[in-house]
């Protein structure tokens, strides 16, 4: 089963709505870079969602960095998947580890916001990953596998390959940290068996996992070129269109 690999930016909270066109025409300028075979994206703040609509290139899709599982209702603050997807949304950060603990997202908060999304015909990209005490302790199978069992259990099988997971050890994001590729590839194989037993052959055939933490245009082709893992999910080198267009020319 072929994969086309992803490339999505996790802008965070940054850039105003002038930054972000100006990102977007920089990167506009060369928008040859995303003319191969990979799917590319970038989640600004839902501020920049409008301006990044009408100003990114036709290759760069739109994603969101969080939303809500409710339609609508008295959830002030929030904002619902149908939202989303009428603002042009493409892709949205569902548990980030950002969002899990510095909000308390609970599993079963992120498996709502899974089906939300798929609910909305968009495409959840599902982070897990262990903090640096679980890895101390030998519990990095043990994490991935909890998070993506719990965020997966109301996702049918037969649209389950449609979620995009990224891998994203608590302990390498905006640390300058990273695992080895082989080792990053250790737990997205897991990973992938993880959903095999849950999904089926299928899905874990189709899913597309990520690696997330700390990666730049230096070091993007090491774990791209690892057998299951299907491109990155890319934080702070996300934010300079040079960095940008450099890391979609090497995936
Ligand atoms: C992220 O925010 O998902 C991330 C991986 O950040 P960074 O690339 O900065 O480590």
Known sequence: MTRRQLLAGNWKMNKTVAEARAFAEAIGRQADAFAGEADFAVCPPFTALHVL??????????????????????FTGEVSAEMLAEAGVR??????SERRHLFG???ALVGKKVEAVLGAGMTPILC?????????????????ERQTK????GVDAGRAGEVV????????IGSGQTPAPEDAQRVVAHIRRVVEQEKGKEAAGRVRILYGGSVTADN???FTAQPDIDGALVGGASLQPDGFVRMAKAI
């Open 128 to 144: 897990v990953g262990e903090d640096l005490r679980e890895r101390q302790l030998g519990h990095t199978e043990r994490v991935v």
């Open 53 to 74: 609509r009408v100003t990114l290139p036709a290759r760069v899709a739109l994603g969101a960095q969080n939303v809500y599982f409710e339609p609508k209702g008295a």
């Open 220 to 222: 993007i082709a090491g």
């Open 165 to 172: 997971i990224a891998y994203e050890p608590v302990w390498a």
């Open 150 to 153: 719990a965020a997966l259990a």
């Open 91 to 96: 892709y949205v950060i569902v548990g980030h």
């Open 105 to 107: 997202e609970t599993d």
